[in-house]
C-alpha cells in the first residue's frame, strides 16, 4: 500500500533555532517529492520539488534531502522565525498514471515560540 | 504567489440545502482539482479535470459534482449537504506537461459546515 509518514506529528521550537522534519514513504513507482507549508486557514504553498536524481534541494532557509534508495526525506529549517509556524506536509508523487497521482502526509505541525 | 480564488471562505449552513463552492484560477492551467482535508489529517482528492468539458472523480467518494466549462473556473456543488459533508475544501490547479513534475497550487480553501 502507497503511504506516507511524517514524523514528529507536532514540534516546538524556540525562535533562532534549527529543526529538522521527517517523511518516510513507501510510493512506487516514484515520480516525484513535494514538501509545502501550509499556514492555519490557508492553502498550502510549495517549498521543493525534487525528482529522482536529485538529494537535495534548497528554498532560502529551508533544505530539503532525499534518500531514494531508503525513500526518506527531510526538511531542515535553519534559525527559525516566528513566521515558520505552520503544517508542513510532504507529498509523494508516482509514475503510475498520466496525472501522476499523489500521495499526502499528515503533516507535522511546527510551532515556534520567541 | 499563485492566483487561485475560493469563495466562500467560510459557510455555515443547515442540512438539506443545496451549496456551490466557487473556484477560479487565472493563469490558463489546465488541471484543477478539488481536495477535502479534516483537521490532522491529509488531503484526499475528490475531482480533477484535465481541461475543458473533462472531469473525474478522485479517490476518495463523494457525493459532489463538479464541473469545467471553462479553463479558469472549476465549481463544486452538493446537491443536498448533510453534517457529514462538514470539512475543508481545498481547489487547486497545475500546468499541462510534465505532468509529475509541476507544481500544485493552492487557493485557501471554504471551510464548510453542515448544520
Known amino acids: 500500500k502507497n503511504q506516507v509518514e511524517q514524523s514528529p506529528q507536532s514540534l516546538i521550537i524556540l525562535e533562532g533555532k534549527n529543526c529538522t522534519l521527517q517523511?518516510?514513504?513507501?510510493?512506487?513507482?516514484?515520480?516525484?517529492l513535494r514538501w509545502y507549508k501550509q499556514d492555519t486557514g490557508r492553502g498550502p504553498v510549495s517549498l521543493t520539488i525534487m525528482t529522482f536524481s536529485e538529494n537535495t534541494k534548497s528554498n532560502g532557509r529551508y533544505t530539503a534531502t532525499l534518500d531514494a534508495d531508503t525513500k526518506q526525506s527531510s526538511l531542515h529549517i535553519t534559525a527559525s522565525q516566528l513566521s515558520d509556524s505552520a503544517s508542513y506536509i510532504c507529498v509523494v508523487s508516482d509514475r503510475g498514471s498520466t496525472l501522476g497521482r499523489l500521495y499526502f502526509g499528515r503533516g507535522t505541525q511546527l510551532t515556534v515560540w520567541p | 504567489e499563485a492566483d487561485i480564488y475560493q469563495t466562500p471562505r467560510y459557510l455555515v449552513i443547515g442540512t438539506g440545502k443545496k451549496i456551490t463552492l466557487e473556484c477560479s484560477q487565472t493563469?490558463?492551467?489546465?488541471?484543477m482539482y478539488w481536495y477535502q482535508q479534516d483537521p490532522g489529517m491529509e488531503l484526499h482528492l475528490i475531482h480533477y479535470s484535465y481541461g475543458v468539458n473533462s472531469t473525474e472523480k478522485g479517490d476518495l467518494s463523494s457525493e459532489s459534482t463538479v464541473s469545467r466549462i471553462r479553463t479558469e473556473h472549476f465549481p463544486l456543488t452538493l446537491e443536498s449537504a448533510r453534517p457529514s459533508h462538514t470539512s475543508q475544501y481545498l481547489c487547486a490547479s497545475s500546468e499541462r506537461g510534465g505532468p509529475h513534475n509541476q507544481p500544485q497550487h493552492f487557493g485557501d480553501g471554504t471551510r464548510l459546515s453542515i448544520l
Open positions: 493563469m490558463g492551467h489546465d488541471k
Open positions: 517523511c518516510n514513504y513507501t510510493v512506487s513507482p516514484f515520480s516525484n
